[in-house]
């Protein structure tokens, strides 16, 4: 019986892994809805080669430059969907809220009354439920049917109450005005998705004589919102492709491996090149798609182009030797660090670009990202990493004192050490150096008592004690390493006394 439990219980248990598993691949893909959001390079700067022979005959190097990203700023309309609480204004024809839930001036709601008249309008839900909100803007078209002056205030109802905005002048001509709101009037606290849920929205409308009329022909709400940045990194939601002349034929691909402007590449080796039938000049195409399992919709997220045969550059007419211009491989990356450089705009100690001797190389944080996108890039093209070219100057140093003279306790024995001795320096009212000479002193006295009571022999604690001045002069302690060759003297001076006495 334990035995068929425990059965039971196994089956059991992988059942529900197996549809803990189902669960995860049926969660809801986070999709954007902007075709805006993916486009190669910067515009008009993009830039995509094929290198080929880049290490030997018939090697390939599809470069791009990649320009990927979310953009997190959102935006949602609200347009109204029924009549609110109240529902004064005249309407031109139909409902209230129909002459308002459009852009068409031909129906409106309006009033020749010169005390405020209001309409409020109900809002379907908003769609988005999560993100940071912004604002909350109220825009409302209005218009003066005649010469008399005549105004329009934006309106809330929330939670029971109304709160109204500044009042706007009409013109002659229609004119949508409008109103931001950064946070809930009823609350004075950040707009929650409740409030934008639960609130109506409308317009109040005045004349200063009642031969003039009033009018409203549109009134909606617009949230502004951050959307919560995407749990997907860069190479789970977007693959960069090298496809054939038809665009339907992946014949390589790689991950994309970061959100921004920042360079891919895919290498081919001769042997792939000649397995997929590559020939130079042809209209392949490279594509940046969305992964449609992230993605609701490909339209808008992936990103074709077509090589043309001024694309294809070969990586045999230029040489590294020593100018770096020479190299066509070189030239076009740099091409794309200048461009990222002007999109992200780094400090000048973060930038991508290092010039030395009147040429641009990638700095150490540029080349990171170029590595990091075109995997062997470092070995394929070296020149472009070469920033160390610069020959040494031969401008005599700042600091011609003696090489002990340079050196400081922090350098030779850790900041630990180092903070300890000034904090030993501060209690005796000496400085840090001073401090370790005392200690050390100490140290090798105690230490040459301890071998001289073994070993009975002056001369090797002589022969000990001779090496610490130079131990002091290498840790940068100067006056335990003068005062020990003071030491010396005595001690070689008192040789003879020793000698004679038979000490050594």
Avoid at 417 to 433: C, E, K
Avoid at 439 to 448: K, R, S, W
Wanted: aromatic share 12%; glycine share 8%.
């Amino acid at each position: 019986m334990r035995k068929t439990l425990n059965s039971i219980a196994r089956i059991l248990a992988i059942l529900l892994v197996s549809l803990s598993g189902v669960v995860l691949l049926a969660k809801p893909a986070f999709a954007i809805a902007n075709p805006d959001n993916i486009a190669f390079g910067t515009g008009a700067d993009s830039y995509y080669k094929v290198f080929y022979n880049v290490l030997e005959t018939g090697d390939w190097l599809a470069v791009a430059e990649g320009y990927v990203y979310y953009n997190l700023a959102a935006y949602e309309t609200l347009s109204p969907t029924g009549a609110g609480i109240e529902t004064n204004l005249t309407p031109s024809a139909g409902a209230n809220w129909q002459c308002v839930s459009d852009s068409n001036d031909a129906t409106y709601v309006w009033t020749a009354s010169t005390s405020y008249v209001r309409d409020l309008y109900a809002l379907a839900d908003a769609t988005a439920t999560t993100g940071t909100i912004n604002s909350v803007t109220l825009y409302f078209r209005i218009i003066n049917s005649g010469a008399d002056t005549t105004y329009g205030v934006p309106t809330f109802y929330i939670n029971g109450n109304y709160y109204n905005g500044s009042y706007q002048t009409a013109t002659a001509g229609w004119a949508t005005k409008y109103e931001s709101f950064t946070t809930n009037p009823s609350t004075s606290s950040a707009w929650t998705w409740n409030d934008i849920n639960d609130m109506q929205i409308g317009v109040n409308l005045l004349t200063s004589n009642i031969a003039s009329q009033a009018r409203c022909s549109e009134v909606y709400a617009v949230v502004n919102y951050t959307m919560i940045n995407p749990e997907y990194t860069a190479s789970q939601a977007f693959l960069f492709e090298l496809l054939d002349v038809a665009g339907t034929t992946t014949l390589a691909s790689t991950p994309l491996k970061s959100y921004g402007d920042r360079p891919i590449g895919i290498y081919l080796t001769a042997t792939q090149v000649s397995t997929l039938g590559l020939t130079t000049g042809t209209a392949y195409k490279v594509r940046i798609t969305g992964n449609p399992a992230i993605f609701g919709a490909l339209a808008g997220n992936t990103v074709t182009v077509t090589f043309g045969v001024d694309d294809y550059v070969d990586q045999l007419l230029g040489v590294d030797d020593g100018i770096p211009t020479n190299n066509p491989l070189r030239n076009g990356m740099m091409k794309v660090a200048n461009n990222m450089e002007n999109h992200d705009a780094p400090l000048p100690a973060d930038s991508y670009i290092a010039t030395v001797q009147g040429y641009e190389y990638l700095s150490s944080d540029g080349g990171d990202l170029f590595i990091t996108g075109i995997s062997g890039l470092s070995s394929m093209c070296p020149i472009l990493f070469q920033t160390g070219v610069n020959p040494v100057e031969g401008d005599e140093p700042e600091n011609t004192g003696a090489y002990a003279l340079t050196l400081t306790p922090a350098q030779k024995w850790g900041n630990t050490v180092a903070n300890g001795l000034t904090t030993l320096g501060s209690y005796l009212g000496i400085n840090q150096a001073l401090a370790g000479s005392v200690m050390l002193f100490f140290l090798v006295i105690a230490f040459a008592v301890f071998v001289y009571q073994r070993t009975e022999s002056g001369v090797t604690v002589l022969l000990m004690v001779s090496a610490t001045p130079f131990l002091g002069a290498y840790l940068g302690l100067m006056p335990m390493a003068l005062a020990f060759i003071f030491v010396i003297i005595i001690i070689t001076l008192l040789g003879y006394f020793f000698f004679s006495r038979g000490a050594l």
